[in-house]
């Protein structure tokens, strides 16, 4: 798979635990955030990641740009392995992946002016005049919706939509051709979602940009995103293409997860079902298939082997016994 000329970023095995503090020497305890996922992210797509909050989403998009080590495993962006690159080398590709996070209110630094907010990845990477630097903020700003007037405004005279359109601003500024959209609109009033989401989409239009898009709203990745991965304590547990999954929905846990969303499809209601209990902790994670302990299907094999991600039909992978052919 990895081969396919159309992959921009690729994760192999990617796993990242944290060491807990103050666990003994001798019996060192791991948080499991990421465990050994693999996922090709195509050119001009926007990709889905969805989990429930804590499921690791955010930190194997940290992992994903460079910005946490990976335990094991590599991170291969337009074909060069991430973590086997130069100081510079590294500077010069992560120019090129670029995140938008999730709270505009807090990811703003308050003491400095839209000018100084948007233009500062150009200020950082040098080689520009002041008046190019300007040149190209106001034309941002104007992409995004705002103007010449706010150049020399604070983020508090701002909304929260206007924010994160400041925000998305800065993110493109040196051009990059991925972009990690980390929840977007879920700081965000309900009214302005889908002001964000346009943008977001027409900017993918304009610059073939692809996204890998967080979210825990399934109805929003059903409507723009073209694959998903859905993650469970650390882990893929069904990904592929959204239309496959959405029509075929074959994990216990993507069950529930799209049976949760009301409004997605009135034409396909589904019978909601309701988790029981709350994610185990992933420093110790349950044996076997990590949702074992949730799952309405679970059978004795399920606490004992792990099941691998299979491809049960094109496009549509999944890691669960109910399709693995091992019930005992
Ligand atoms: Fe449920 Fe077992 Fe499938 Fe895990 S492997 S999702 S516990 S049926």
Redo the contacts with the bound molecule.
């Keep these: 798979m990895t081969d396919d000329k159309n992959i921009i970023v690729s994760t192999q095995n990617l796993s990242v635990h944290f060491p807990v503090r103050g666990s003994l020497p001798f019996k060192k305890k791991y948080v499991k955030a990421v465990s050994n996922v693999s996922l090709n992210i195509r050119r001009g797509e926007t990709y889905g990641l969805v989990g429930e909050s804590g499921c690791g989403k955010s930190t194997f998009a940290n992992a994903l740009l460079g910005m946490i080590k990976p335990t094991e495993g590599k991170v291969i962006f337009e074909g060069k392995d991430l973590n086997s690159l130069s100081k510079k080398e590294f500077k010069q590709t992560r120019r090129n992946m670029q995140m938008i996070f999730q709270d505009p209110y807090s990811s703003l630094n308050p003491r400095f002016d839209i000018l100084q907010i948007i233009g500062e990845p150009m200020v950082i990477r040098g080689g520009y005049t002041d008046e190019e630097i300007e040149e190209r903020v106001v034309e941002l700003l104007e992409l995004v919706g705002l103007s010449r007037e706010d150049l020399h405004r604070y983020p508090s005279d701002f909304s929260g939509g206007q924010r994160q359109r400041i925000g998305i601003a800065r993110a493109i500024i040196l051009n990059p051709s991925f972009l990690v959209c980390d929840e977007p609109v879920s700081a965000l009033d309900v009214s302005v979602h889908a002001q964000i989401l346009n943008l977001l989409d027409k900017l993918q239009k304009q610059r073939n940009m692809t996204y890998l898009f967080i979210s825990h709203n399934l109805a929003v990745v059903k409507s723009i995103c073209d694959h998903m991965a859905v993650m469970y304590l650390g882990k893929v ?1 069904e990904c592929g293409s959204t239309q496959t999954i959405y029509d075929n929905t074959l ?3 993507t069950q529930a997860l799209f049976s949760a969303v009301l409004d997605i499809d009135v034409d396909n209601k589904r019978e909601r079902i309701v988790l029981q209990g709350d994610i185990p902790s992933p420093i110790d994670p349950p044996a ?12 004795p ?3 004992q082997k792990e ?1 691998e991600l299979i491809e049960i039909e094109p496009d549509h992978m999944i ?6 052919g091992e019930k005992e």
Excluded: N, V
């Excluded at 076997?288 to 059978?299: E, S, V």
């Excluded at 890691?319 to 693995?324: D, R």
């Design positions: 547990m994990h216990p846990y076997g298939c990590r949702f074992c302990k949730r799952c309405p299907h679970a059978m094999i399920c606490s099941p890691a669960c016994h109910l399709y693995s």
